[in-house]
């Protein structure tokens, strides 16, 4: 006999849909002018339950000092590695990589919770999607299979992230360091050169994804949402023109002109007592 999660309600899902919407628009909301948000509009919360949502959501506000949490806490035994970005400017394709985590609500259903988490790596100087990754929960696994996709392709000078659980564990760092990548980690609880700006690039990115796909769609399975995403991020990468870029396409800027397919994953569902799971195998397409 297995434990099957209980479903989070329509009303758990409604809250959470407003509070990504609200910060997509606006990342630099915390929890705290969320809440005055909400309660302006008419929802009764208050801010340790938009906290916590939050906190599962894997949503922080962007802004400098102590108070800014990671989208996951570091673990205490993990290592720290230094900042390396200070007057850095990321000036060629696989100079300088970021990865980061966001929320991609969905419907919700029997089975299916109302959100999954996708974790991107980012070429800085081109705005290049490199790899992806889809999961229902925030195990180290996604984050994993994303990571050697992206050295699959390439190895980049540079690879910044926060200083989250995710980019600490030594199973991670330790692909970076064996990669030959340099590692470089936001400082905690100080604000210098460059940082805030690296924080906005992957607010852009989250905001771009979610306001041109994820909220124009309804996605009712994580089949659905990956299929949506997959496409989105094709059209991302070889399509869409960047005004940052002088109007070329992220794919113009890395790849040379040439129409590269991003690594795109498939998805092996797995029922176990009705508890699902997803396992996300990435493969170069």
Same mark, same amino acid.
Request: positive net charge; charged residues 25%; hydrophobic residues 35%.
């Given at each position: 006999?297995?434990?099957?999660?209980?479903?989070?309600?329509?009303?758990?899902?409604?809250?959470?849909?407003?509070?990504?919407?609200?910060?997509?628009?606006?990342?630099?909301?915390?929890?705290?002018?969320?809440?005055?948000?909400?309660?302006?509009?008419?929802?009764?919360?208050?801010?340790?339950?938009?906290?916590?949502?939050?906190?599962?959501?894997?949503?922080?506000?962007?802004?400098?000092?102590?108070?800014?949490?990671?989208?996951?806490?570091?673990?205490?035994?993990?290592?720290?590695?230094?900042?390396?970005?200070?007057?850095?400017?990321?000036?060629?394709?696989?100079?300088?990589?970021?990865?980061?985590?966001?929320?991609?609500?969905?419907?919700?259903?029997?089975?299916?919770?109302?959100?999954?988490?996708?974790?991107?790596?980012?070429?800085?100087?081109?705005?290049?999607?490199?790899?992806?990754?889809?999961?229902?929960?925030?195990?180290?696994?996604?984050?994993?299979? #994303? /990571?050697?996709?992206?050295?699959? =392709?390439?190895? $980049? *000078?540079?690879?910044? !992230?926060?200083?989250?659980?995710?980019?600490?564990?030594?199973?991670?760092?330790?692909?970076?360091?064996?990669?030959?990548?340099?590692?470089?980690?936001?400082?905690?609880?100080?604000?210098?050169?460059?940082?805030?700006?690296?924080?906005?690039?992957?607010?852009?990115?989250?905001?771009?994804?979610?306001?041109?796909?994820?909220?124009?769609?309804?996605?009712?399975?994580?089949?659905?949402?990956?299929?949506?995403?997959?496409?989105?991020?094709?059209?991302?990468?070889?399509?869409?023109?960047?005004?940052?870029?002088?109007?070329?396409?992220? #794919? /113009?800027?890395?790849?040379?002109? =040439?129409?590269? $397919? *991003?690594?795109?994953? !498939?998805?092996?569902?797995?029922?176990?007592?009705?508890?699902?799971?997803?396992?996300?195998?990435?493969?170069?397409?």
């Amino acid at each position: 006999m297995y434990y099957q999660p209980k479903p989070p309600s329509e009303e758990e899902l409604r809250l959470k849909r407003r509070i990504d919407e609200i910060y997509t628009e606006r990342p630099f909301y915390g929890y705290r002018r969320i809440a005055v948000q909400l309660r302006q509009e008419g929802v009764l919360v208050n801010r340790k339950a938009v906290a916590r949502h939050m906190q599962e959501m894997g949503l922080s506000a962007i802004v400098p000092g102590p108070h800014r949490p990671n989208l996951s806490k570091r673990a205490h035994q993990h290592s720290i590695y230094p900042y390396l970005l200070k007057g850095v400017a990321a000036d060629a394709p696989n100079h300088v990589w970021g990865v980061d985590i966001t929320y991609i609500r969905m419907v919700g259903g029997e089975g299916y919770p109302g959100w999954l988490y996708l974790v991107a790596v980012l070429d800085w100087h081109s705005r290049y999607i490199v790899s992806w990754e889809l999961s229902r929960d925030m195990e180290q696994g996604f984050v994993m299979l #994303a /990571a050697r996709a992206a050295l699959a =392709r390439a190895r $980049p *000078t540079i690879w910044n !992230s926060d200083q989250g659980s995710h980019f600490t564990s030594p199973q991670y760092t330790s692909l970076l360091e064996k990669a030959g990548v340099r590692i470089s980690m936001d400082g905690r609880g100080r604000y210098v050169d460059n940082i805030f700006t690296e924080m906005e690039r992957s607010a852009v990115l989250w905001r771009t994804i979610k306001y041109e796909e994820v909220y124009l769609h309804e996605y009712s399975t994580p089949k659905e949402a990956r299929q949506g995403l997959s496409e989105y991020i094709e059209f991302y990468n070889n399509e869409r023109p960047h005004q940052s870029l002088d109007y070329q396409t992220p #794919a /113009a800027i890395y790849c040379g002109n =040439r129409r590269t $397919p *991003t690594p795109r994953a !498939s998805e092996t569902a797995i029922s176990k007592g009705g508890n699902l799971t997803l396992e996300i195998a990435s493969r170069l397409s």
